[in-house]
């Protein structure tokens, strides 16, 4: 039996996360229980009469955090309810910046408690206290951690052994690690003129992988070339970007 991904999110706005377990590559995870999802809210574990989980920042200053009591109490509940010991992570923009290696590096924990934080965001405290991991998915500052969680979430349950049917992870595999993703065609063979590279249409399978990796070579050199210094090219890969080069009109 695949190893299921079991994960708890904390948040203020549970119904946010239908967008990943109603839809999609995501809905068919929770459907064949590859992926399982529970919300935890801190509303629901307030005791005052207007259900308050905001608190004002010492020091002043404008906005508010999220009260201390029930953030604990819904972290708490997450952890339990997930069990397994989950790994506890904090999405914020002060975290470790979100990308596939990280995506690969998360994929080793099998529960995981995800705090989506709301308003200036959670008490340095509880961070000390409660979070494990803090990650950002970009430097941008966003509305609240729920978009970021859900991001995350997709991104680990491609990981997941089973999520990708074969036609996605025959996509996944030709993806190679580390580099931008190739130019892609569908019907019609001419359009506004352009007509679709020949080579695709040769239904030679070897001579279409290596020029789908020799465009995503170039693309990666021309567009992200950073990328590049981390990988350790093949033979192949080496020769089919310097031909890319040597063909390249700047
Ligand atoms: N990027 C991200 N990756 O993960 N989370 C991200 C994110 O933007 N979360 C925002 C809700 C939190 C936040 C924190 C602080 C401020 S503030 N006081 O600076 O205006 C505004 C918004």
Redesign the pocket.
């Known amino acids: 039996m695949a190893q299921a991904l079991q994960v708890g999110v904390v948040s203020l706005f549970p119904d946010m996360f239908q967008a990943i377990t109603e839809y999609g590559v995501t809905r068919r995870a929770v459907e064949q229980q590859l992926l399982q999802l529970h919300t935890w809210n801190p509303r629901d574990f307030t005791h005052d009469k207007h259900r308050t989980v905001d608190d004002r920042p010492y020091g002043g200053g404008?906005?508010m955090l999220m009260m201390v009591e029930p953030l604990r109490a819904a972290i708490a509940a997450a952890k339990e309810g997930v069990g397994d010991n989950p790994r506890v992570i904090y999405?914020?923009?002060?975290?470790k910046k979100?990308d596939q290696q990280g995506v690969q590096y998360l994929s080793q924990f099998s529960s995981l408690v995800l705090v989506?934080?709301?308003?200036?965001?959670i008490d340095e405290r509880v961070i000390e206290a409660d979070i494990d991991e803090e990650?950002?998915?970009?430097?941008?500052?966003?509305?609240?951690?729920e978009?970021?969680?859900m991001?995350m979430i997709d991104a680990l349950a491609r990981q997941v052994p089973g999520v990708l049917g074969h036609q996605d992870s025959a996509a996944e595999d030709s993806f190679v690690a580390g580099l931008l993703d190739c130019p892609h065609y569908t019907r019609p063979e001419t359009l506004d003129g352009k007509k679709v590279p020949s080579v695709l249409l040769s239904g030679n399978h070897d001579k279409i992988r290596q020029w789908r990796l020799q465009q995503a070579l170039g693309r990666t050199w021309l567009r992200r070339p950073e990328l590049l210094t981390d990988l350790a090219l093949t033979d192949e890969q080496q020769r089919l970007l310097d031909e890319f080069k040597a063909n390249y009109q700047l």
Do not use: M, N
């Not at 989506?116 to 965001?121: D, F, I, L, P």
């Not at 990650?135 to 951690?145: E, N």
């Open positions: 404008p906005g999405l914020s923009p002060q975290g979100l989506a934080g709301r308003y200036e965001g990650w950002s998915i970009g430097d941008f500052v966003l509305s609240g951690g978009l970021p969680a991001v």
